[in-house]
Each structure stands twice: as C-alpha cells, then as structure tokens.
C-alpha cells in the first residue's frame, strides 16, 4: 500500500467530509430556529404541517431521505448534483433535530421573566435576543453537542450517493489493498474531530456558565 497516496486521497476526503459538516451547521441551525417557532405556534395552519415535517425527518432514516432528493427527485423534475442533494437531505434532517431542542430551551424559560421584560418596557424581539436567547443557548449546549457529534459520524452516509468523502475514500482503498489501515485512519479522524468539538462546547458551556 502506497501510504503517501492514502494520506493524499484521504486529505482530499476530509475536506469534504469537514464541508459538508459546517454547511449542514450552517443552514440546520437557523431552519431549526425558524421551525421551533412553527412548532410552538397556535395557529394550527402552522403548527400541524411543522409537527407533520417533524414527524417525517425525525421518522425515517437520514440515509433513505439522502436516496430520496437524489435518487427520488428526479422522476418528479428536480435533480441536484451529488453535493447539494447531500446538503439538503442533511440540513432538512438536522434541523428537525435542532427545532426540538430549541424548542425545549424556549420553552424552559419561566413566563415570570417576559412579564418583568414587559413591564421594563421591552419589546418582544428586545426580550428574545437580550433575555431569552441566552438562557436558551446555556441550556441547550449539551443536546446540541451531541447532535454534533452525530453529525460529525453521519456524514459517512454521503458515499450511498458516491460522494467522494472520507468514508468512500477509506472503502476503496481498505478493499483494494484488502487491509484494515485506512479504518484506522479514518476511525482516528473521526475520534479528533469530534474531541475537538466536545471540546469547543466545553468551552462555550464554561464561558455562559454564569446563567442560571
């Protein structure tokens, strides 16, 4: 096995992989924001086809939904590039995920703290942004560690599409010179990362540590 080559094609992968983790961050994050409010709504035009969302991403596989927008799409007219189906069956998944655990966090703030906002003179987005969010976050950091962990170990299923992440990379090479090495190197890739991100949200549930 030519070691120089695996570490280049396995570099090449990482890259991919880290993309695909950060743009699913970014676009799953405020998706979620924007659904807890859908779901937490009293308008039951909002509410039920939000819980009904929630329900099918949350429900099914994350694997069949990737198959689906690639594989699916198409007889109905739309079709994405390999790429982007995975960053939307990706972001459509997690964002179901985040949308609960905002959700929950919103929900944990007593009703006594909107009133004193009020009766200070606050404004609704004043009380959300200035009281409310930073509570949610400090309370929310522990679920949403481990969905990044979880996403950090998901997107290996982007090779059932073929795309060309760590993954697929480790696959072919493992079965073309039948060894176990590149699994050891991927598994190890995979342990760091996401040592790297328990440590970051270590740091970040320190740092806010003093909301109560």
């Known amino acids: 096995m030519d070691y120089s080559v695996l570490l280049q ?11 695909i983790f950060l ?12 659904l807890s409010f859908g779901r937490m709504s009293k308008l039951k035009i909002v509410n039920i086809p939000v819980k009904f969302y929630l329900l099918i991403m949350r429900g099914t596989p994350l694997m069949l939904q990737l198959m689906f927008i690639f594989f699916g799409m198409p007889f109905l007219g739309i079709k994405f590039d390999r790429f982007l189906a995975c960053i939307i069956a ?11 655990i905002f959700r ?9 703290q909107y009133e004193a906002a009020k009766v200070l003179g606050f404004s609704k987005s004043q009380t959300f942004f200035r009281i ?27 090779l059932t599409i073929s ?22 190197f991927a598994a190890l890739f995979y342990l760091v990362m996401n040592g790297v991100v328990t440590l970051l949200f270590s740091a970040l549930e320190k740092k806010l540590s003093y909301y109560k």
């Open 132 to 158: 409310v969010l930073p509570q949610v976050i400090k309370r929310i950091i522990p679920p949403m560690g481990n969905e990044f962990i979880t996403l950090v170990k998901d997107t290996s299923l982007a």
């Open 9 to 19: 094609q396995m570099l090449g992968g990482i890259q991919l992989t880290v993309s």
């Open 23 to 34: 743009l699913t961050i970014l676009f799953a994050l405020p998706l979620g924001l924007v």
């Open 90 to 100: 990706f972001s459509l998944n997690y964002a179901a995920y985040f949308a609960e």
């Open 104 to 112: 929950g966090g919103i929900e944990s703030v007593q009703t006594g």
């Open 163 to 184: 795309i060309v992440e760590l993954m697929n990379v480790t696959k072919a090479f493992a079965n073309s010179s039948v060894s176990v090495v590149p699994y050891i």
